[in-house]
Structure formats: C-alpha cells, structure tokens
C-alpha cells in the first residue's frame, strides 16, 4: 500500500532530476497561453500572506506558475496549485543547482510560458550570480515587458526586483554595521541591469525589516547611491509578514494582519522639500550622518491589513490611504524616527496661479514625452533632477509649443525650467 501510494503522489508530482537543475511539477502538462493581468508582488521574507498570493495568482489569469529558487524544493507547489482555492493550469518549481543551469533550454521554454514567476527565498547573490547577463535575464525580462506576465517574490526574491539592489556578493549586512561605515565591504549595492521593472527602476527595495531589523541598513543603501552617483534613488521595504502589491496603475496595496499584529510596509524617499538633501557625512571609516534639520529621509508607513485597503501611490510618492508619515534621520550612526508631515515637494516651485495659466504641461505624469505650451513665446527649457543637476536643455525651439523626449531619463521627479519673454516658471514632472 505505501509503495503505491509513493506511485500516486509522483504522478501528481512528477520531479525531474538533472545535474543542473531539479524541476517539481504539478497540474496540467498541457500548456495553455492566457493574458496575465501583470503586477508585482513583494512580501517581507516569513510565511506568505495568503490575500496578497491569492492577489499574485489571480492576476495570472489561470495560467501557468513558474518558481525560481536556487535552494530548496517544492514548498511553493501545492500551495499555489490547490491551497489557495485560485485556478491555475500549473505550478513549476525550478531549483537552480548551479550557474550553468542558466543555459539549459527547458528552462527558457518555461520562462517562455509562464503567465507568473515568484522568486523565492534564499541568496540574492545566487540569484545575481546565476542569472545576470544571461539569457535566463533576457527572457524573464521579455515576459515583463511583452507579455505582461505577474512577478513576485519574497526575502532574496524581493530584493533583486528592484532597479538598484543590495547584491549581498560579500555576505549580508547588519543596520549597525552599515551605519558605523557605510563603506564597510559588505555593504554591496548594485545597479547593473538585471530585472527591469519600470515602476521599480529608481528604487531599492529590503526585507526582514522587523528581524533582523534592516531600516538603518536600508538608509545607507540611499546614502551610498546619491553620494556616489549623486542620483536620488527611493526604498521599498516589508517587515516580515508584510506584503506589497503593485497594480497596473501602480498603485501599491499593503497585506498583513495588522492591528493584530505590527505588520507594514515603508516608502523612503530623500526629503525634496530640502534644496541640499546630501548626509552630512557618508565617508569610509566615519558613522554615517545624515541629520538635516531632522528630516533627512520623508517615510510613509502604510498598516498592511487584510484585505489590502491601505494603499501608496507610486505614482507620485505621496498619495496614501491609511498611511502615516515619518521623518528619519541618522545621527552619528543611529538612526532616529520621529512623527512627520505629508511630504510637500511644491515648496520648490513658483505657486503663482497667473503664471502657472500661460503654460501647460502635459501629460504628467509622462513616458517617455512631455509637451510644453505656452501663452507667451518660450525663450529656453531646461530640465533639471531632483537635485537640481542639469540633465537636459531643449534646443530647436518652438516659439510656443514644445515636446521633450526623455527615454534616457530613468523614472522620477524632475523639474522643468520654463523661461518665456517675460517670466521663469519651474513645473515638476513624474516621468513614470
């Protein structure tokens, strides 16, 4: 009876075993092609959230699951097949042995027909290691892109999802560690391209933010990259048993059980109502400072709930429904927080209604196109980044009409200088 009973569980089941590589499968073998709804899915790196899954797999459309792990086994495969009470036609789990795994043919077929791929836990750097510049990248980054398929991940595969991302190459990193030298060796971040996400391009994203606590490490990571490549980057983070869901319109739903338990997420962004937002002092050897009057790092913490009500709006960075606003800053190495403010980015620009009714931007926020139209002729456009770096002057004018093409620009803020024959106009821009 047990040996038929092996015989049964192996058909539902069936493993293959290869020297690269060992596939688990469940469901149809039969592939079908469906339009996934697409999305991103992040959670905090303990048990998954079953809302927030239910939300992952329901935006596959009832296709095909694809987990991509580099240790472990086929935790993930039941779970998402039948547990969950969602239709899908298959849940695959995929255990990279090894870098060289990344050439094998089967695994790009299935890369290729997946309506939904979920990065599990484990190293990030396995992850980087394995899959970067290679074709398993290339193709997981064409299914992002053309076939809007759904992406998630959890721990490790949260944090490669990011456009910038901390590697861990040389080991993980404590908060105190990192904020007594934020230099040290193992403060490894990256932004080589890897996974493109368009929504996440100019953000860094950290896990476990509750145990192992991550926040100081977290605002090192923004520290190193505006220091050292003088580009304002923004943080998304869960606490452990947190979930992020990012919709088509980019809107971020926070799962989790709170109040029953402290259970949220973070959006850290450099504070932008600030004209100078650099640390003080982010040098090798030295505790970072990065104080500013109190207001280094503006934070939105939105309760994870749920039914995933409370939400932050990527869009802008400053909308939420449920959200509570902090400012952090870091003194001599600790990092403090205290109760803040709604962030308010207009006090960089001109609030003057008569001005702001000669001219009209649009759309905004844009692509990879924004339109200027003034009442009055335009005498030079500027464009400028948050931290009021030229990036950009349109020659050729219009004397009154103008487009400026950006697909150089990464996503963010920027601000538009608007010079007519009579009056200078500043107007911020979202480039999604």
Not at 229 to 241: L, M, P, Q, S
Request: proline share 2%; hydrophobic share 35%; net charge negative.
């Amino acid at each position: 009876m047990k040996y038929k009973l092996i015989i049964l569980l192996s058909l539902l089941c069936p493993v293959v075993f290869g020297q690269n590589y060992t596939s688990y499968f469940t469901g149809n073998t039969t592939n079908i092609e469906t339009n996934p709804i697409g999305g991103i899915c992040m959670m905090g790196g303990a048990s998954e959230h079953n809302e927030a899954m239910r939300w992952f797999l329901e935006r596959a459309n009832g296709g095909d699951i694809l987990v991509l792990r580099t240790s472990g086994s086929n935790g993930y495969n039941d779970y998402m097949f039948s547990e969950l009470g969602i239709t899908v036609n298959s849940v695959e789990t995929i255990v990279f042995n090894n870098a060289t795994a990344s050439n094998e043919s089967y695994i790009h077929q299935k890369i290729q027909q997946a309506e939904a791929i979920w990065f599990a836990g484990g190293n990030q750097w396995n992850y980087i290691n394995y899959w970067r510049n290679t074709q398993i990248q290339t193709l997981i980054n064409e299914a992002i892109q053309d076939r809007n398929i759904t992406i998630g991940g959890t721990s490790a595969g949260m944090a490669i999802l990011g456009g910038y991302y901390f590697s861990a190459q040389n080991g993980t990193v404590t908060s105190a560690t990192a904020l007594a030298n934020p230099y040290n060796s193992s403060v490894t971040v990256d932004n080589s391209p890897f996974l493109e996400n368009d929504i996440l391009s100019d953000v860094i994203t950290d896990t476990h933010y509750d145990d192992p606590n991550r926040k100081g490490r977290h605002v090192v990571f923004l520290a190193r990259v505006l220091v050292d490549t003088d580009v304002t980057i923004k943080g998304i983070a869960c606490n452990e048993y947190t979930a992020v869901c990012i919709d088509e319109n980019n809107i971020a739903s926070v799962y989790g059980d709170y109040p029953a338990y402290e259970e949220s997420a973070f959006f850290l962004q450099t504070n932008c109502e600030l004209t100078d937002f650099n640390p003080e002092n982010c040098t090798e050897n030295n505790p970072l400072v990065w104080n500013l009057n109190g207001t280094a790092i503006r934070v939105c913490k939105v309760n994870g709930t749920n039914n995933g009500e409370n939400t932050f709006d990527l869009n802008d960075w400053k909308t939420t429904s449920g959200g509570i606003w902090q400012n952090w800053y870091v003194d001599d190495g600790i990092l403090i927080e205290n109760k803040g403010a709604e962030i308010n980015c207009s006090s960089l620009l001109i609030n003057d209604d008569e001005l702001k009714n000669l001219v009209a931007v649009f759309p905004n926020p844009f692509i990879n196109e924004v339109t200027i139209k003034s009442e009055e002729k335009i005498l030079e456009l500027t464009l400028f980044d948050l931290n009021g770096n030229l990036v950009g002057v349109k020659s050729n004018l219009n004397e009154f009409s103008n487009s400026i093409n950006t697909n150089l620009l990464i996503s963010g803020i920027y601000f538009i200088k608007i010079q007519t024959i009579n009056n200078v106009l500043f107007v911020k821009i979202l480039k999604k």
